[in-house]
């Protein structure tokens, strides 16, 4: 498995050249959120979906 150095400059590599700073901050937080999501999908740390529809309907 890659350093995540290695997968952050690979990510900043992979935009257009005329990037701007927020735009590659974006992506690189977008990136790390998905991450983060799929650990803890393998974890099980999640809420099933029926509990989301019930606090949902409450809002």
Do not use: C, Y
Request: aromatic share 6%; net charge negative; hydrophobic share 35%.
């Amino acid at each position: 498995m890659n350093s995540i150095k290695e997968q952050m400059i690979k990510i900043i590599t992979d935009l257009p050249d005329d990037s701007s700073f927020d735009e590659i901050l974006h992506e690189l937080d977008f990136t790390s959120m998905i991450s983060n999501g799929l650990k803890d999908s393998i974890n099980e740390n999640v809420i099933p979906a029926n509990d989301l529809r019930k606090d949902i309907s409450k809002w």
